[in-house]
């Protein structure tokens, strides 16, 4: 009994123990026009490889874009600026950078810019830093969207009393050159005429600002919303 | 001896809590402050702020992207009963979104930067405004 016992003991032993041992592969002969060209080939590739992955890595870092924003300094190879949404921004200028006026017809430079210009800037914007390298800075204008309320009309001077969404009384010029539309839902967004202005309508104006005088500015595109109501804000507001 | 030392020091024991109970109460009776020096203040919770009844999502443009096409969508989501202004420089539309809010359109724009201002207004005159900056560029850097 002990001894059928212990040869099965023993056989259980070798079944569990047996290892498999994979047949080996024949060692790859050297081929015979393997020589110091194919190794120059080899390590072009990989300096191949590793530049475009830098290439990958860095095009991804950076990306292109274009802010319009409010110079608050210039210091060096840096302009300082306070975007649409107040929010400050930091741009670099090198060498590369081009610098324009549309209205200056000289040369110009970082160091004709000045602070409370609005410059639009074109640049690669490094998601790491949050920094913007400037490529093209030019000095723009940008258009006033004023929403309100049209409180008058002077039919005589062609000028418009509206109060703004902030509350603020604008005087706007209504000049030959102002275009002027009327939103309906029946006829949509058409062209109007000054005549067709009356008070207490919503307005939408783009303007320009005259120099001469703060509160009068020039319209030049007008759009009339006489079927939308007033915004509840400035009601609320006028009732107070 | 020792048990009248034991009630001695019992009695003292207790003539002391007494007068300390009796400074306690005085202290405590004379920092009562009279009715007519009191005032009720009644504290008003505050009114929460009325929440917006229209709102806007733009989908595209992005802001700040650099385009090499003049011609630029812009979509996104509002309510559906508003009405969407888009103003940029040189153009001005008004469009309706669709039955689910979703409305798309494109405008022209010029070269370098565009400020486009998108406003959705709702029919109770409430406003909703967005503003995008878009640049036109060909300009390989």
Known sequence: ???????????????????????????????????????????QITDLKTRIASRV???????????????????????????????????????????????????FGISDIAVGNTIGILGLYNKESRRILARFVNVVSLPIIIHGVIESVDEKLFRVKVISENEKVIYLDVEKTTITFSYSKEKG?????????????????????NTDEENLITATRIILLPEISKDPKQENSAKK | MKKEKIIMSFIATLIGLLAAGIAFYLYESSNKVAPSATKT?????????????IFLTLDLPKDEDVVSKKVVTISGTTTPDAIVV???????????????????????????????????????????????????????F
């Open chain 1, 1 to 43: 009994m002990k001894k059928f016992l212990f040869v099965i003991l023993l056989t259980t032993y070798y079944l569990l123990h047996t290892t498999y041992v994979n047949a080996a592969t024949p060692t790859p002969t050297p081929t015979t026009n393997s020589n110091s060209s194919d190794d120059a080939l080899n390590q």
């Open chain 1, 57 to 107: 890595a860095e095009l991804n870092l950076v990306e292109k874009r274009g802010i319009i924003a409010r110079v608050t300094e210039v210091s060096g190879t840096q302009i300082t600026v306070s975007d649409l949404k107040e929010k400050t921004r930091f741009i670099d200028v090198d060498e590369l950078t081009r610098f324009s006026n549309p209205s200056t017809t000289e040369s």
């Open chain 1, 189 to 209: 967004l058409v062209r109007s005429g000054f005549s067709k202005i009356k008070g207490n309508e919503r307005i939408i104006a783009i303007v320009q600002t």
């Open chain 2, 41 to 53: 203040v009644s504290v008003s919770s505050p009114s929460p702020s009325p929440k917006p009844t």
């Open chain 2, 86 to 140: 888009i103003i940029s420089k040189d153009f001005q539309d008004i469009i309706t979104p669709s039955q689910n809010g979703d409305f798309s359109t494109t405008i022209n724009i010029n070269d370098g930067q565009n400020i486009i201002e998108i406003t959705a207004i709702g029919p109770n005159g409430e406003s909703v405004i967005t503003t995008k900056t878009v640049t036109f560029s060909t300009e390989e």
